[in-house]
């Protein structure tokens, strides 16, 4: 190397690269800034589009406190009127949050659901993105079905082998729901307090149904 | 109770070695004799455990309130390699007896993704222990990294264990070295499968 | 070394994943689907490519003993680059392979190259020395991704041929393991059976 070792030579060199890097990072930060924010964007207001029905101009978003939690949602409307609320939950898998984003009708029916975040193992809870077992909560009128997996009595068919997952999912729909239920009457019923106590059984020792290969 | 999750979730379920594979590199390379295994698993346990500690102020008292995030990465290696050095001086001004027995893993380490890996989960990822998705704390993410480092320290301790064992067998010419250590760890991973659901 | 040699060596004579066997972490952790081992294999090559470039052009500038970690400075504004033009553009691929991006910082590959190859050449025979590692890294990763998606759950790059499940441990820890076992396994009986 041409450079000498010495101490000056060093800082300096060190001091110039960390420098050089700095700017062009900032450089870079600024200009994918707003593509970036771009692209949450789309992904929200693509996700609302598939779980809400039909509707006109833009989403509305807001927040709103069930059970000590806060929770986003947005409204949407057609004619003036507001027809669906696509409302953001979460509620805990196997891997980590299952994030699920909720849309439910004016007349308390789940329109559709789509997961946001999850990681779930790959093959196994991960395929609760998958229609076969996403498909189940189209149309669902909660009042009607029963929001449980087949195993523990209820009316959803549970992904194989991922029974946790499974669980994660229809909590995180139910805690929708009743979320839809605090936006639409205004009032805390403490139905999400009870929905959260599911969390804990499902994380009980023995269920490692997601082990069955 | 919180701590106590973490802890057995970061040695048996999440095992960073066998089942998030951070930290490949020494576990395959350095992982012919016990000893070696044994003395880099010390290393390692003391690194993550200093790394994870200043990273994690690093970002919640410079990075964020400066709104440069996005230097998080630069930020972090850097630091790491830097407490690596730091930690490689000290080690041999205090306890030369102890540098002896470290001394020549510590510059592996600054390029062993579980360090990064373990800096950057805590400040990035939600867990869920206890319920709610969170951040951890101060207090949890060096828990967390220190029982990291445990699992760590476990995998790669029982893993040389098996290699020694090995290494007296007769094995096809193709698979020797490698190929039948990742077999072994393939067997070994599967082992630590059984914990999945505990926590 | 001509230009050409350059880029194929990667690909078999020294290829970093069956050859080298360098850069485990990702290999193993990314390789789930054909789709995920591909995007990990071209981020990483991105970073690989600009990565020596940079670092052949500043290495007769910078001491000798303060090498390292400026090489992984200028790594490491590489992959944040990588990490902000992904979330901008590729989210969903960035959300996939989450933690694994910015750890590109660490893997061997990056500066192993740095110090066996671009710090003593050229701009251009160092990007070419990218691209050809960088290539075989992408088509290691691909072909595990490949294996053990096809293994696993009986699809490639997502298009399904088996109905059902394939055997599912494939996709999980262990299969990892033994998937790329086997692997390095056949490429060393095919490049001993050439090299007779």
């Known amino acids: ?34 593509p970036i924010e771009a692209a949450d964007h789309a992904k929200t207001i693509s996700s609302i589009a598939r779980v809400v029905p039909e509707f006109e101009g833009d989403p509305v978003s807001a927040t709103v406190e069930v059970g000590g939690k806060e929770y986003s949602y947005y409204t949407v409307s057609k004619d003036g009127r507001p027809v669906g609320y696509a409302i953001t939950s979460s509620s805990v898998g196997y891997g980590g949050p299952v ?35 996403a498909d189940q909560f189209k149309n669902l009128d909660p009042g009607q079905k029963k929001m449980a997996v087949k195993k523990d009595g209820g009316d959803i068919d549970a992904i194989t082998a991922s029974t946790i997952t499974s669980r994660a999912y229809i909590k995180a729909v139910e805690t929708a729901v009743a979320v839809y239920d605090v936006i639409v009457t205004g009032q805390d019923s403490g139905a999400v307090d009870a929905a959260s106590g599911a969390t804990l059984e499902a994380d009980a020792p023995g269920e490692g149904t997601e082990e069955n290969k | 109770m919180e ?85 490689e001086i000290v080690l041999k001004k205090v306890s030369p007896s102890l540098y002896q027995a470290l001394g020549i893993f510590l510059p592996l380490i600054t390029t062993n993704c579980a360090v990064l890996g373990v800096a950057l989960m805590v400040v990035t990822k939600e867990f869920t222990y206890g319920g ?24 790669m301790i029982l893993f040389a264990g098996l290699r020694e064992q090995i290494a007296l067998n007769k094995v096809p010419k193709a698979f020797q070295g490698i ?19 505990l926590v | 070394m001509g230009k ?3 880029i194929t060596k990667g690909f078999v004579k020294e290829n970093p994943t069956f050859s080298l066997l360098l850069g485990m972490c990702p290999t193993l952790a990314t390789t789930t689907s054909a789709i995920n081992g591909l995007s990990m294999g071209l981020a990483t090559l991105f970073v690989l490519v600009l990565s020596n470039m940079a670092i052949s052009a500043t290495a007769p500038y910078i001491p000798d003993k303060v090498r390292i970690p400026a090489y992984i400075v200028i790594i490491a504004a590489f992959v944040t680059i990588l990490q902000l033009v992904m979330q901008a553009f590729t989210p969903d691929i960035y959300q996939t392979l989450g933690l694994f ?96």
């Open chain 1, 1 to 34: 190397m041409a450079i000498q070792s010495s101490f000056k030579n060093m800082t300096l060199c060190l001091f110039a690269v960390c420098i050089v890097s700095s700017a062009l990072l900032a450089a870079v930060y600024a200009v994918t800034k707003e």
């Open chain 1, 99 to 133: 994030v699920l984003m909720v849309g439910i009708t004016s007349d308390r029916v789940v329109y559709n659901t789509v997961v946001l975040s999850q990681a779930e193992t790959p093959g196994l809870g991960a395929k609760c993105v998958e229609p076969a077992f």
């Open chain 2, 3 to 87: 701590y106590i999750l973490i802890i057995i979730s970061a040695i048996f379920v999440n095992n960073i070695l066998l089942s998030q594979f951070m930290g490949i590199c020494p576990f395959l390379g350095v992982s012919n004799k016990l000893s070696t295994a044994v003395g880099m698993s010390g290393a390692v346990c003391f690194v993550i455990t200093l790394a994870t500690l200043v990273t994690y102020l690093f970002q919640y008292y410079v990075l964020v309130p400066l709104h440069i995030e996005f230097m998080q990465t630069i930020a972090f290696i850097l630091i790491i390699a830097a407490l690596v050095q730091m930690v």
């Open chain 2, 132 to 155: 709610e998705p969170h951040l951890l704390n101060l207090g949890e993410s060096v828990v967390f990294a220190f029982a990291t480092s445990l699992g760590f320290g476990l995998a």
């Open chain 2, 179 to 197: 190929p039948i250590a990742l077999v072994t760890a393939s067997i070994l991973a599967m082992a630590f499968m059984g914990f999945s659901g």
């Open chain 3, 4 to 6: 050409m040699q350059l």
């Open chain 3, 101 to 196: 991006i910015p750890l590109i910082v660490v893997n061997c590959i990056v500066l192993g190259r740095a110090e066996a190859f671009a710090n003593k050449n050229g701009v251009v025979d160092s990007a070419c020395d990218g691209l050809g590692i960088g290539i075989g890294f992408t088509f290691a990763l691909t072909l595990l991704g490949i294996v053990r998606e096809m293994l696993g759950s009986g699809s490639a790059f997502g298009f399904k041929f088996i109905s059902g499940d394939g055997i599912l441990v494939f996709v999980l820890a262990p299969g990892a393991f033994l998937a790329l076992a086997y692997l390095i396994v056949i490429f060393r009986k095919l490049t001993a059976a050439k090299g007779e």
